[in-house]
């Protein structure tokens, strides 16, 4: 361990590698973690590859949402991978060493799925709302290009729009300590270690939250709320029902994902009596939803759960 105790705040020394000390004041039984936290990224990594197996293998599935249902599998793959394995490691090994490139990278690489998740919702809701509000214009809007298209688009736009803050955070002078009290790089814990003025790294995550996650937020709830505007509508009260069920539940699924971003932004800004919260918040963040995002939209979905019970050798009945 690095020992920067007798360091003056402005020496030039800077650090070359940070330690992840993991849990913040449940350092001496925190490895008991590691049971839950491999069931869940187990659980995500099991689940969505059968999401992506079931959609190539059953042609009935080659539609759009389905499309976009087997990227939201990848991204959510992509994002509990980027932290699990490192967490594991300090876990049961105690190598709780990172050097600042594999740290900024983690740190790129966690923002830029977070927001791909984000874009990936928004493509949803959008297909949601062309197949229930304008059903007669869903063959003509939401085609393979407009998949495509949309997925290029998301991808370009969080991994352009991310690149400044590991950047920013590189800049950034670490002279006086280098123990990180979190289980990942992320951007606030990180940059609260440097000794110079990090406002400008604060500032461009604060509104790359707002303008980009904002305004996802946004459509997904503008969507959502004229697709419940519209099913409220209809004559057949058990279509409305089944409806009604099936958006609940991803709109629920939506909203713990910016609901848990919304938090950990405001206890990592503030004093927090408990540290733990934000970061036991922040490791659940990038393995709850990848773990129960397939599993929701699968047990709602008919389709998909013939396309299990097809893989299982199963028989399958259900409405």
Not at 50 to 72: D, R, S
Not at 219 to 237: E, G, M, Q, R
Not at 308 to 317: A, G, I, M, N, Q
Request: overall charge positive; aromatic content about 10%; hydrophobic content about 50%.
């Amino acid at each position: 361990m690095l020992d920067t105790s007798n360091l003056p705040a402005n020496s030039k020394f800077q650090v070359s590698e940070f330690i992840l000390m993991g849990f913040p004041g449940i350092h001496s039984w925190q490895h008991w973690l590691s049971l839950p936290l491999a069931l869940l990224y187990l659980l995500a990594l099991s689940a969505n590859i059968l999401i992506l197996i079931i959609v190539n293998q059953e042609a009935t599935l080659h539609q759009p949402m389905y499309y976009f249902l087997g990227i939201l599998a990848v991204v959510d793959m992509g994002l509990a991978t980027t932290i699990m394995p490192k967490i594991f490691t300090i876990l049961w090994f105690s190598a709780k060493t990172i050097g600042l490139p594999e740290c900024f990278v983690q740190m790129y690489a966690i923002h830029s799925f977070v927001g791909m998740e984000s874009g990936i919702f928004v493509c949803m809701a959008i297909d949601r709302y062309v197949a229930i509000c304008q059903p007669l214009c869903y063959s003509s809007v939401i085609t393979k290009s407009f998949v495509v298209k949309a997925t290029v688009f998301m991808a370009l736009r969080n991994s352009l729009t991310t690149i400044p803050i590991p950047v920013l955070a590189a800049q950034r002078h670490y002279c006086s300590k280098n123990q990180i009290e979190h289980c990942l790089c992320s951007n606030l814990g990180v940059t609260s270690l440097s000794c110079d003025d990090r406002t400008v790294n604060s500032v461009y995550q604060l509104l790359l939250a707002w303008i980009v996650m904002g305004s996802d937020l946004g459509l997904i709830l503008v969507s959502y709320a004229l697709i419940f505007h519209s099913v409220l509508k209809l004559n057949s009260t058990e279509a409305t029902s089944k409806a009604l069920s099936t958006c609940t539940s991803h709109l629920i699924l939506i909203l713990f994902f910016y609901t848990v971003v919304i938090v950990i932004s405001i206890t990592h800004s503030s004093t927090m009596t408990f540290p733990l919260i934000p970061v036991l918040l922040n490791v659940l963040h990038n393995v709850i939803p990848p773990a129960l995002n397939p599993m929701v939209y699968a047990l709602k979905n008919k389709e998909l759960r013939q396309g299990l019970c097809k893989l299982l050798k199963l028989d399958f009945k259900g409405n």
